[in-house]
Structures are given as structure tokens and as C-alpha cells.
């Protein structure tokens, strides 16, 4: 039996008006967060704001602990680049151990790209203990906690990179985006060379920053009807033209062609992409991820981000998204015992 359209609204509605307060950016699955009238009124370009303005204070207090030229050169582009972050005689051990490593993968296609990942969880941390001393360095977990705006760990994973896989579609991340109306962290430690040919990481330096012109943007964007524009965007991630960088006085992309054994740490907020590359590539890299609801205005209190508890979660959500594969969908498909790579280089 279907239910009236009435009373499904009147159901909803507490659920739509209590995500307002969340990380739910959607401006088709949420009516009153694609109501072009609300919109019109300021409501996306206030949750924009106050989402900016807690993290902001979020992450002052949280500053401190940051290494001062690595908090300068992200509150500057949005980025931090750091070379050589593990001592080159580790990093070729680590490197070797992490290449032969065989567990349980996930991939998930994109237009012609694969994404393959390995959850780096108590397995693996047993088969390679120089992972735990990386992720429990103090260091570049105060950077992640400053670039997140939280006092939290992120979730970490083998990712391997496959492009021009057998497919005539574009991969939707080549595309300039932003992942959210609000900032999250995203990092990736990249296990060999990138150069600017091969689908390097390329971010727009300074658009993390919320600008008249950003804000104006984003108003702009939320008055389009949801229906009328890509799906993406219309999910609440955002694609942006060249003409909007303009508009916004922001300079072009640059891709970041880096060595091995870099650290590229971001706020997501800020427009990127993966870019294009001119052959297939099969690149293996250590991936980080930490998004939380913008509008708490306390620092920590993830009891996920316990020790025994953190290295865990992926494998909870993955079984979870397993199970109401129906309702929530599951991109993530097992693939069974994979290593990162077929072969090593």
C-alpha cells in the first residue's frame, strides 16, 4: 500500500528539519535544503557560514599543537605538501611491506576509473606494525585534527587508483569539485612519483577560504533547481567552471606533481580534482578521510576515535552498508584477497 503523499510529508518533516542542523547536503533527497524559496530567504548561505565560522574556532584552538610552517602553508592554499614525511630508510621497507600486503578489497568504478581499497585495520596493522608508528605520530595527527576542525581520527586505507579502465564514460573526479558546503580532511601519502600527466591530485590554491565571493557563489548555486542541474552537484558536491573561479577571484588549479613519499593533506571544502592522465596508471597510496557534523562547536568526544575502537570502523561500516545494501546502497563491492598492486615495480 503507498502512502499518501500528505502523510509522508508530514513523517518527514522532523527528519528533514533536524538535518539542517547535520552534514547533509543534498539538495534533491532534502526539500527544505533544495527550497530555492528558503534558499532565497539565506538558508544555505547560513548553514555556509556558521559551519565556516565554528570550524574556524574549532581550529584556532586546536592550532598550538600544529607545526607552525605546515599551518601557514595550509591556511594559505587549503593544502600542506610534505616531503620526505617518513625518514627515506623507512619509507622503502614500508613501501615493500605495504605493496605485498594481501587482504580482504573493495572497488568501486567511477566512469573509467577503479578505486580499490584495503582497510587498514587490526590485520593489517599486525602484518605491518610500521603502519601503527606512522598513524600514531603526533605530528601529522595534530595536522589532520587542525585541517578536520576536530579533535578525531580519520579513517585510513590502502587506495589503488586505476584509470582508463575499460569504459567510454568520464571519471566524475576529474571534474573540479568540492566535497561539501562545509570543510572535511582528506589526505593521501603517495607511495611513488606523481608527475602532472598522470592523474596528480590538483586543488584551486586558496578556495577553502570563505570569501564574499565564495558565499555569493554558494547563494547563487542554491537557487538552481535540483532537477535541472547534475546529479553531483545536485547531491550537495559541488562542480565548478572556469568561469566560476573567475567570478570567485580564484586562481587556476594546480596539480601537484610530488615525489614518493609524500604527504598531501587538504580541506575539501576547497575546489579539486583528480586530473587527467595520458596513460593508465595503477597508483597505490595511503588515503586518510575525516568529515563530522560542522555545526558541534566542542573538539572531541568521538568515542570511534578510541584506541581498539578507530581501526575498526571501517569494517563496521562496510558491514553495515552490507546489510541495508537495499535502502542505503553499497558502492563498495568485495572483490575477495587482493594485494594494492597485481605487480610490484
Known sequence: MRVPKSIKLLLLSPVWL?????SAKSFLDNPLIGSQRLNRLGLHRGRVRLAGALCAWR???LAKKVRTDWREAFDRDGYVAIENVIPPEQFAALRAAILSYEGDAREMRQGDAITRRLAIDPAMLQAIPQLRGLLDRSDLNALFEYVAGFRIRPVHYIQTIVTHDASNEADPQESLHADAFHSSLKAWL??????ADEAPFTFVPGSHRLTRERLDWEHRRSLADPRAIDRLSARGSPRVRAADLTEMRLPEPKPLAVPGNTLVVADTLGFHARGASVRPIERVEIWSYSRRNPFLPWLGGDLLSLPGLAERRIGWLWGIRDRFE????????????RRPVDAQD
Open 190 to 195: 603517495f607511495l611513488n612519483p606523481v608527475t
Open 326 to 337: 537495499k535502502v542505503a546502497g553499497q558502492p563498495w563491492q568485495r572483490v575477495g584477497k
Open 59 to 61: 581550529r584556532w584552538r
Open 18 to 22: 533536524f538535518q539542517l542542523g547535520t
